[in-house]
């Protein structure tokens, strides 16, 4: 029984920052795997960013040295930092977490880049 909220979406110009958090539920959130997912009109939900239980990062190419998705496991909270934001970064984020072959999900906050 695990409920993850998102927030901090919004609308942003292109090259402006956006700060994405996800509060999980529950006492498992110490133990999980974590990550931020996105969907584009049209397109497949694709990976963004995900990090272990012991801080370890991985990135999509299209968002490295961009996107920095970190984790406060006192606070049962993940981040996903958004800077020199694209228009083709335009996207439903959705939160995700891993624990044990289980995978929950948030419902999603809409962010668009545009001028």
């Known amino acids: 029984q695990v409920q993850l909220v998102e927030s901090g979406g919004g609308l942003v110009q292109p090259g402006g920052s956006l700060r994405l958090s996800c509060a999980a539920s529950g006492r498992g959130f110490r133990t999980a795997l974590m990550g931020w997912y996105r969907q584009a009109p049209g397109k497949e939900r694709d990976l963004v960013a995900h990090i272990t239980t012991t801080g370890s990062t991985d990135y999509a190419d299209s968002v490295k040295g961009r996107f920095t998705i970190s984790r406060d496991n006192t606070k049962n909270t993940v981040y996903l930092q958004m800077n020199t934001l694209k228009p083709e970064d335009t996207a439903v984020y959705y939160c995700?977490?891993?624990?044990?072959?289980?995978?929950?999900w948030g419902k999603g906050t809409l962010v668009t880049v545009s001028s």
């Open positions: 995700n977490l891993g624990a044990y072959g289980i995978e929950y």
